[in-house]
């Protein structure tokens, strides 16, 4: 941790924090997923299907940073302190479910080909690709479903529906993981790459935030505020993944090192060279926190997430 982000959080430690959120969210998880299997498995065709549900739980529960669910937590907590804590937990298990089949299809052949992920075969590899494809699908309506069954406020319900949708699909992951794949090996210039970062990884960070701060209560000029800060940390996280590509090892990461050049990605460290692309990741963080300014301490988490965004190593 650097002095930064120890200053912030120099209450409770950046780490203790991480892991009691991480411990939140797979329980969540795993209770959300139970629940849904119990009614399912009742059924006389979830017997027919074995590996569909073998994979979706393979992928979902596997590990991970648990960073979006994080901030759904962080964001409500940026704005109040008390938000129902049953409903952030099923905002949080939506964010991840996107998350993960946004994982599951990006190492598929078609698109990266990657056989690691979270140390891990990837589910392709672990099952078949078919089953990764429809595990992906899956996950992806399962999150829509919850959010059109929680127990708040259809209004509510409808907005972080919309949310999630924006930054999911064509305006948001999936339309920047198209423009991805139409530029590997094409030399594209910065704003190409800046909206290409921004739709396939910030995109789904930005709504993670929104949703979070939604389920709060948050105002307009809170929203605003948020928005501008979940701009800043989406952009700094998918540069620094880009630079952990380059200077980590394939044991650190739980994926292959170096995928990005062998792949002709177009990336931060290749346009702008590996110290330049660091320095924008830490602009963009101070970024972040000046769109905080005018949160008290309640925002202290989500400060500590911006600044461990740039400086995991994994
Ligand atoms: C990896 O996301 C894919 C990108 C959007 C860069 P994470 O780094 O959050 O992956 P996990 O969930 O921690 O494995
Ligand atoms: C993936 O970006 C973004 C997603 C929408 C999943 P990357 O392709 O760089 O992610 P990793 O490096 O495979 O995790
Ligand atoms: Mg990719
Ligand atoms: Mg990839
Ligand atoms: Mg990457």
Known sequence: MTN?????????????????????IDIALALELGTFDSEFSA????????????????SLLGGG??????LVYAAAEAVRTNTDSILLDRVACAAEYIHAYSLIHDDLPAMDDDDLRRG???????????????????????AFELLASLDCRPELSLALIRTLAAGSGQRGMVGGQAIDLAAVGQAIDRSHLETM?????????????????????????????????????????????????????TATLGKQQGADEARNKPTYPALLGLEAAQQL??????????????????????????AYIIERRH
């Open 281 to 306: 990741a830490l602009d963009l963080h101070h970024q972040a926190l000046h769109a905080l300014q005018h949160f008290g301490s309640g925002a202290d988490q989500l400060r500590a997430l911006s």
């Open 120 to 142: 891990r075969p990837t589910c392709h590899r672990q099952f078949d690709e078919a089953t990764a494809i429809l595990a992906g699908d899956a996950l992806q309506t399962r």
């Open 197 to 249: 970062h921004r739709l396939k990884t910030g995109a789904l960070i930005r709504s993670s935030i929104r949703m979070g701060a939604l389920c709060a209560g948050a105002s307009e000029t809170q929203l605003h505020h948020l928005d501008a800060y979940g701009e800043a940390i989406g952009l700094s996280f998918q540069v620094h993944d880009d630079v952990l590509d380059v200077i980590s090892d």
């Open 4 to 24: 930064e982000s120890s200053k912030i959080m120099s209450s409770v430690s950046l780490n203790d924090y991480l892991q009691q959120c991480s411990q939140r």
């Open 43 to 58: 059924t006389p065709a979830a017997a027919l299907m074995p590996q569909l549900g073998a994979a979706m739980h393979y």
């Open 65 to 70: 940073k648990r960073i979006r669910p994080m």
